[in-house]
């Protein structure tokens, strides 16, 4: 079994010392080979797109160089219910599987499965509680001829492009690299003009 080690901390005056500990009694325990690691110092609050370490993780995931990692807890993962899943999901995607060494869970086996079954779930009430107060924020927004956050709202074209992509067989990812605009963009898109894409 490959192995690789996902470590994050959130400041320069945290030392991820603790989580390789855990994780490498946890690799001899299991007799896995370790053939990789992956460190970083980043805030949890910052997206994949802030984390090179975890984005050099993802691709080498595609590259099959691996076939699990293990982290110290969730949170490792992702600033979120949301951002941990779409991380799970992602290497799953790939048939890599995670091993969180805190809470023992093992998404290669039935209850691991289960465990992100359930996280699913809640990452999608997470989901649409936020996109709910961004739509409601974005028609204030509108009725007061504003803009939302620091660029301008998506023009019609833009969605149509969005749910032509979809319509194609385009994953999230795909469209977000194509026409450059945010997974949760995309997301609140289908969601609020092709509702049956969610």
């Known amino acids: ?21 855990s994780l490498d009694i946890q690799i001899e325990r299991l007799d896995w080979e370790c053939v990789g690691e992956y460190k970083e ?4 609050m910052k997206s994949k797109d802030h984390r090179p370490q ?3 993780l993802l691709r080498d995931s595609r590259l099959r160089r691996f076939d699990r990692v293990i982290v110290y807890s969730l949170d490792r993962l992702g600033r979120s219910v949301v951002d941990v899943i779409n991380t799970m999901n992602e290497l799953e995607e790939v048939g890599v599987n995670v091993f969180v060494v805190k809470n023992s869970i093992d998404t290669s086996t039935s209850q691991g499965k289960l ?4 996280c ?16 409601s ?15 301008k709202l998506l023009s019609n074209e833009q969605r149509e492009k969005i749910i032509n992509l979809k319509e194609q067989g385009y994953s999230y ?18 969601k609020n003009f092709k509702p049956h894409y969610e």
């Open 120 to 135: 699913s779930i809640f990452g999608e009430m997470e989901r649409d509680m936020i996109l709910s107060r961004q739509s």
């Open 115 to 118: 465990f992100t079954y359930f």
């Open 1 to 21: 079994m490959r192995v690789v080690k996902y470590q994050r901390v959130s400041t320069t005056h945290q030392d991820v010392e603790n989580q390789t500990q």
């Open 41 to 44: 110092v980043e805030s949890g």
């Open 173 to 190: 990812r795909k469209i977000k690299d194509e026409l450059k605009v945010s997974l949760g963009t995309i997301s609140y898109t289908l």
């Open 137 to 151: 924020s974005i028609e204030r927004l509108r009725e007061k001829n504003q803009r939302w956050g620091k660029g």
């Open 54 to 56: 975890l984005r050099r």
